[in-house]
């Protein structure tokens, strides 16, 4: 039997083949330009909420800095006012209002009560700054309570007399007192400007230990006579 082959249409295949080819390098031109958008989108995303992250902690920043320097400045204004407000006279510590405080007041308070209660208003300030200088001094303990009671334990042996002299601490005159430790709460608020130029010691005009002509005088007040120690190190 002969058979008879349909003849192939060849121009036809290589058309179709080159449609094909082209049809799939399109596809996959389009493809690449898809991922490049989306890659593109992606990044500028990403980089829209760091610049948005980082311009709300900026903005988080100044806002506060921008409280913590009111609270500053409220402060100090406060601080000034009470300062320029503060008489040092009997008339004005008897129109301030009853304090109140924890151990650090009470123990300052007592200080001034058995070692200044007879002073003048201005002289129990001057004591009671010479205590707190000691406070912030790394020659003493760091707190007020500590400073008063430094070295008690031994008669005589101690930095504040009346804390080892072997008398029973007494508050007899509860008036004094009163005034004392509103004398005390100024004190402790920085209410008061400095009086001592950095005095660490003091003694009254009654008396006048060895230690005075060794230390810098800094200032008289009342019957109290305020010293600053010239500490010596090393190197000197």
Not at 21 to 28: K, Q, T, V, Y
Not at 53 to 70: C, F, P, T, Y
Not at 148 to 162: L, M, S
Not at 212 to 220: C, F
Request: aromatic letters at 10%; one cysteine or more.
């Amino acid at each position: 039997m002969l058979t008879i082959h349909k003849p192939v249409n060849f121009t036809k295949s290589f058309l179709f083949g080159r449609a094909r080819s082209r049809f799939f390098h399109l596809g996959a031109a389009i493809v690449r330009v898809l991922s490049k958008t989306i890659l593109s989108l992606s990044i500028g995303l990403a980089l829209s909420f760091f610049v948005a992250d980082a311009s709300l902690a900026r903005q988080a920043d100044r806002e506060n800095s921008k409280v913590a320097g009111d609270i500053s400045s409220a402060a100090e204004q406060k601080g000034k006012a009470s300062a320029a407000e503060l008489e040092f006279s009997k008339s004005w510590v008897d129109r301030q209002p009853l304090p109140q405080g924890g151990d650090e007041w009470r123990c300052l308070a007592e200080a001034l009560y058995f070692e200044a209660r007879g002073e003048t208003v201005k002289g129990q300030f001057a004591v009671a700054e010479v205590i707190l200088n000691r406070v912030e001094s790394e020659r003493f303990p760091s707190s007020a309570c500590g400073v008063i009671h430094q070295g008690t334990g031994k008669k005589y042996q101690c930095q504040f007399t009346y804390t080892c002299d072997g008398h029973k601490e007494v508050i007899a005159e509860p008036r004094a007192f009163e005034r004392v430790s509103k004398v005390a709460r100024a004190a402790l608020d920085g209410a008061a400007p400095e009086l001592t130029e950095g005095a660490t010691h003091y003694h009254t005009t009654a008396v006048k230990p060895r230690w005075s002509k060794v230390y810098t005088k800094t200032a008289a007040i009342g019957v109290h006579v305020f010293y600053r120690h010239t500490w010596r190190t090393a190197s000197n």
